[in-house]
């Protein structure tokens, strides 16, 4: 449920959820948010607490504690991606989640996106925030109406922005780690480093746009690549507790890659043999995507997870 106020020009946003006090009374804590010429910032004076039965009595208010709608520019979006061994893959999910299998492989890789004017969608675009993310995923099928269905599964999230940190995964779906992000860019190249709190997923990589496909064990055309990668438009995570999983669909207006050739490429987080044994993943190819209007819609009909998702 998001509320919305306005004052000495500045917009807040209010963002209400429950939680347990040690002497077991329920309480309702919000937090608000103020928006000041596209950046956004805590105020931890508007905190709030309510009653319980206060909070009962505006029920009809507070029906969820998630955005149903955020809306923005994918400015960019790299996706690094490898051929892995799908049993190796498959001990990394949880129970129901499987592989998508393509060719024989699991399809895993770190999506390295920058968004731009990102805001509920009801709020102007000069407002939004932008923000470098990262996500470590792969393809996966999970259970839905009618069978098992194409979408991604989300091991970890990176970001620079600490409100982005904070939020994800209690007041929008999806938790975040913080990251340190080293962009060089122009036209034609790309450089990225990614620095990760805590080590475990540094990525760098070194890249020139390729105006020529050349086929992979995975993907033997453009086409196939390119197609692959859309219908995995709705992405999970698992929550805070790691005892369920919260998902978020990504809507794009346009759709268009383009082929990167990668002159240099390191993952902490695949190149670690506990997970990746030797020998169980190769890089495999890289693209690009630049200026993509998009929508980030929750996902209701979420599967239920089989066990807690100690696993990683």
């Known amino acids: 449920m998001l509320l919305l106020g306005y004052s000495y020009g500045s917009i807040w946003f209010t963002y209400p959820g429950l939680v347990l006090t040690p002497g077991r009374q329920r309480l309702l804590i919000g937090i608000t948010i103020r928006v000041h010429v596209g950046q956004f910032s805590l105020n931890p004076a508007r905190l709030f607490l309510l009653r319980e039965d206060a909070a009962r009595r505006r029920s009809a208010r507070i029906l969820s504690r998630m955005l149903p709608l955020i809306e923005g520019v994918i400015a960019r979006r790299v996706l690094l991606n490898f051929r892995a061994d799908a049993d190796v893959v498959q001990r990394l999910l949880p129970p129901p989640l499987k592989v998508d299998q393509h060719r024989g492989h699991a399809i895993v890789g770190v999506c390295l996106i920058r968004l731009e004017h990102l805001r509920p969608s009801a709020i102007p675009s000069p407002l939004g925030l932008s923000s470098e993310n990262m996500a470590h995923r792969v393809a996966i099928l999970y259970p839905a109406d009618g069978g098992m ?26 938790v975040h780690h913080h990251a340190r992000f080293r962009v060089r860019e122009d036209e034609d190249r790309l450089r990225m480093e990614v620095s990760s709190d ?23 055309t453009f086409h196939e690549v390119s197609e692959f990668f859309r219908k995995g438009d709705c992405g999970f995570s698992c929550s805070l507790r790691g005892d369920e999983l919260e998902g978020l669909q990504l809507k794009t207006l346009t759709w268009v890659m383009v082929p990167m050739e990668v002159e240099s490429q390191r993952s902490a987080f695949f190149s670690d043999s506990k997970r990746f044994p030797v020998g169980s993943i190769e890089f495999d190819c890289a693209l690009l995507m630049r200026g993509v209007p998009h929508e980030w819609h929750q996902i209701v009909d979420i599967p239920e997870l089989a066990t807690s998702a100690a696993f990683v």
């Open 149 to 174: 269905r194409p979408g991604v599964f989300i091991w970890r999230r990176e970001t620079d922005k600490r409100i982005v940190e904070l939020l994800g995964g209690r007041l929008f779906p999806g």
């Open 198 to 220: 805590d080590g475990e997923a540094d990525v760098s990589f070194s890249a020139r746009i390729s105006g020529d496909w050349r086929g992979t064990p995975s993907f033997g």
